[in-house]
């Protein structure tokens, strides 16, 4: 089944799953079966859509991704949770999916601190592991101060204006040359209810990974842009040298680089999937798409 830029892709199945008393919006996009699924983890407020050019551009990789709770089309949850809670919600999710025993993980600025989590807390289901624009938590060397006062609040998913007025300061890198991006990005936003933000906020609030940070195993490709305001390069250099068998991968851009970079980037990601023992994880008697339910 072709998608709808006609180059022979599968597109990506989006539905609601039950996991649990948890009701979460997921989207997989198929793949070769050549490599295991990659489970991604977005960026604090940011939908399933954000993320649909890059997971095109990641041809031939089975990729997993969900709105965590209060986010996208994700109900909110009552009471505020924690990173722990999370990681444990994203691999009973990816069971209920079909998927056992080892894949991929990436994550992308909060995300990526999530990614961290999983990999610490799941180190048998974690096979290799990718940290985009993310840092090692609150112990972190901190992006501008102008910048932070404005991620406080979730007004660059809710209000066009100010993500016209202040999208280039907040994302740097492309962002600041290429005001077209801004507008692309502001097409695919849906904005998040304003307790699921604030829950996210709340998630990370007190969390780091640098106690632990040496006893992560699993392979690991840092990524980070030059032109960060968000989360300075130095942030990247801290996890690269502190994880066991990491490696930094540095790009001329900005916070999205994933988004803005995604053709340059896609193949970077893949050949480091590609390493070691590309053994797909084994499925259940079910497939993602027999879990769907109706939203």
């Not at 940011?46 to 996208?72: H, M, R, S």
């Not at 990999?119 to 501008?144: E, N």
């Not at 993500?163 to 077209?180: C, H, Q, S, T």
Request: aromatic letters at 10%; one cysteine or more.
């Amino acid at each position: 089944m072709a998608d709808a830029n006609g180059d022979g892709r599968a597109p990506a199945r989006v539905g609601m799953v039950q996991v649990g008393k948890r009701t979460l919006r997921v989207a997989v996009r198929p793949g070769s079966g050549a490599f295991p699924p990659l489970l991604i983890f977005n960026g604090v407020g940011a939908n399933l859509e954000l993320l649909e050019k890059f997971t095109a551009a990641l041809a031939g990789i089975e990729t997993v991704a969900f709105d965590v709770p209060g986010v996208g089309g994700s109900p909110a949850p009552l009471r505020p949770y924690r990173f722990r809670g999370l990681a444990r919600l994203a691999e009973r999710l990816m069971s209920r999916l079909g998927y056992v025993g080892p894949f991929d993980v990436l994550g992308v600025s909060w995300g990526g601190a999530l990614a961290q989590q999983f990999a610490h807390q799941f180190p048998q289901r974690c096979r290799r592991l990718v940290l985009a624009a993310t840092s090692p938590g609150v112990l972190m060397v901190p992006g501008r101060f102008s910048v932070l006062r404005r991620m406080i609040s979730p007004r660059r998913y809710t209000d066009p204006d100010f993500l016209n007025k202040f999208g280039a300061e907040l994302y740097g890198g492309d962002y600041r040359r290429r005001p077209e991006l801004l507008r692309e990005h502001g097409r695919h936003i849906r904005a998040p209810g304003g307790r699921g933000y604030y829950f996210q906020l709340l998630a990370a609030w007190g969390w780091t990974s640098l106690f632990w940070l040496r006893s992560l195993r699993q392979p690991t490709l840092v990524l980070a842009g030059r032109d960060d305001p968000i989360v300075p390069l130095v942030n990247a250099r801290i996890l690269a040298s502190m994880i066991r068998d990491a490696t930094l991968h540095v790009v001329d851009d900005g916070h999205l680089f994933l988004l803005s970079r995604a053709a340059e980037l896609a193949p970077v990601i893949r050949r480091f999937l590609a390493e070691g023992t590309a053994t797909p994880a084994v499925p259940l008697d079910v497939r993602p798409a027999d879990c769907f339910v109706d939203s």
